[in-house]
């Protein structure tokens, strides 16, 4: 990846500027949640111990510290309860509008809501109640080294984006 303009950068990744996980198994202890992503399912962990229910995953349960953990489905769709956008000043590597929620999920979701990212929404489109779905995106890759061997290992990240 080539960033034109920069030229301490041309031809080389800018690892120090990623923003995304690294999602192998090697480097991350919640590797399944990626994997669930790229199978299209929002998960997290809910302790056995105490069946307390965490967003993100983790490893060890934040209630009782116990490392039992299942992962579990969370659904697909949510309402906006509350969003901030964006439109000047956005990050290098995000987009304007950079919109931000907070979704609910719904009663029956053992997360009943969660922030994210809106995505593919036009500036001023997005309300107050409106439905959103997930939508799993490719995230560049780069070279991972585990033992003096080379990968390229696909990335994928999660936002939402407005129904219809």
Same mark, same amino acid.
């Given at each position: ?8 950068l041309e031809n080389r990744y800018p690892v120090t ?33 105490c069946s307390h229910t965490a967003f993100p995953p ?10 039992? @953990?299942?992962? %579990?489905?969370?659904?697909?769709? !949510? ?5 901030? /956008?964006?439109?000047?000043? &956005? ?23 969660? @922030?994210?990212? %809106?995505?593919?929404?036009?500036? !001023? ?5 409106? /439905?959103?779905?997930?939508? &799993? ?28």
């Amino acid at each position: 990846m080539s960033i034109l303009g920069v030229p301490v950068l041309e031809n080389r990744y800018p690892v120090t500027m990623d923003m995304w996980p690294v999602e192998h198994k090697a480097f991350n202890r919640i590797h399944r949640f990626y994997e669930h992503l790229k199978e299209g399912r929002l998960t997290t962990t809910r302790c056995k111990s105490c069946s307390h229910t965490a967003f993100p995953p983790r490893v060890i349960c934040p209630e009782c510290l116990g490392e039992d @953990l299942e992962w %579990i489905d969370l659904p697909k769709e !949510g309402k906006v309860l509350v969003f901030t /956008e964006q439109v000047k000043g &956005v990050p290098l590597g995000f987009q304007a509008p950079l919109i931000h929620a907070w979704i609910d999920l719904g009663p029956q979701s053992p997360i009943p809501r969660l @922030l994210s990212r %809106i995505i593919n929404c036009e500036a !001023g489109r997005l309300k107050e109640g409106d /439905e959103v779905r997930l939508v &799993v995106f490719e995230v560049p890759s780069h070279p991972i080294e585990i033992k003096k061997e080379t990968i390229t290992a696909e990335r994928v990240y999660y936002a939402f984006e407005p129904k219809g």
